[in-house]
């Protein structure tokens, strides 16, 4: 993208804070590659709180978010459908509506990126004639991993779980049956297939923006530029190591003292002494497995950081709503555990930040 250039992006993320973020993240980047380029992204309608006030911070003058109308997929998907599923059914059903917004835009863009739930957006592109590209916020190994799936899909029997050696990917580090995206745990679920399908999608675009950087995974980056590796099941298309691609260290939901106390706290523990525990921006447990969470991190008497959110009794229940409300943390956990576990372990509400 040359600095000179006028670029207008058009960027469609998949709902739930946990992709929003990276994309707005993406959308800085491009401005700030080019002095001349503005960005336009089209999300779902915000979810939780802290997604609506992480969308509200970012507009700019030269980055506007565009919250496109709401989809009900309920008739579509079962009430126990995992994440993936809905996500997948939420991006194929909102395509007319980001067609809409797309052709009524007064100034059109030059170029389209999706995240990698959102491939069937695609051909949108090639009906406005402007280019398109896949934005894959995560490391090259996990894209090799996407991309060489529909492959495995064909080669491999039974579940991948099940098998005894690794699946092995063109120019890449083994892929133990154990480290298989949660898509792939259960090839009879609707998420499998729905992964698999958007997997398939990502060479169709003309280029792949992925947040890592060449010094960090050479080998694996290598591979994709290989006709003979996964170039060739790419059908070669580019891989742009764009990263990395972070955001700044900041307080979240209002809460500025919980940052500052944490990384007093941690200044404190002895060099490489902490475990810091936490399940993503969707990641929930019941009060049940919370409960045991507690007990075992008590009595290992093992430093931590523990990063808390209301239990639930639906696994991926949080994905859509992280964020929303913190309440008494001391209602979540066994007796006295917040007294007992003080001098050894810190509880943080909903988020903590990762970076020092």
Known sequence: MGSNSTVHAAI????????????????????????????????MPSTSQAESQTIKEATTAKLNVVELPPVD????????????????????????????????????????????????????????????FVYVPCNAWFLALMT????????????????????????????????????????TNQQYSEYIRFCGEIPLCDGIFLNTWEELQPTTLASFRDEKLLGGVTKMVPVYPIGPLTRPVRSRSGHPRVDQDLFEWLDKQPSESVLFVSFG????????????????????????????????????AAFFTSGNGDGDLSTYFPKGFLTRTSGIGLVVPLWAPQVC
Not at 288 to 315: D, H, N, Y
């Open 148 to 187: 060489y799936s529909p492959t495995l899909d064909k080669e491999v029997e039974g579940e991948y779980v099940d098998r005894t050696e690794p699946l092995k990917i063109p120019g890449c580090r083994p892929v133990l049956p154990e480290e298989v995206a949660d898509p792939m745990l259960d090839r």
């Open 73 to 132: 997929i309920s008739s579509l998907v079962d009430p126990k459908a995992a994440v993936v599923t809905c996500l997948a059914v939420w991006m194929r059903e909102i395509r007319p509506a980001f067609r809409s917004a797309l052709q009524d835009m007064a100034c059109r863009p030059t170029m389209l990126i999706v995240d990698f739930f959102g491939t069937e957006s695609l051909h949108i592109a090639d009906e406005l004639g402007i280019p398109k």
């Open 281 to 316: 921006s969707g990641g929930t447990l019941s009060y049940e497995q919370m409960t045991e969470m507690a007990w075992g991190l008590e009595l290992s008497q093992q430093r931590f950081i523990w990063v808390v959110r209301p239990p639930t009794t639906k696994s991926d």
């Open 12 to 43: 469609l993320t998949s709902p739930g804070l946990g992709h929003v973020i990276p994309v707005i993240t993406l959308g800085k980047c491009l401005i700030a590659a080019n002095q001349n380029a503005s960005v336009t992204i089209f999300a």
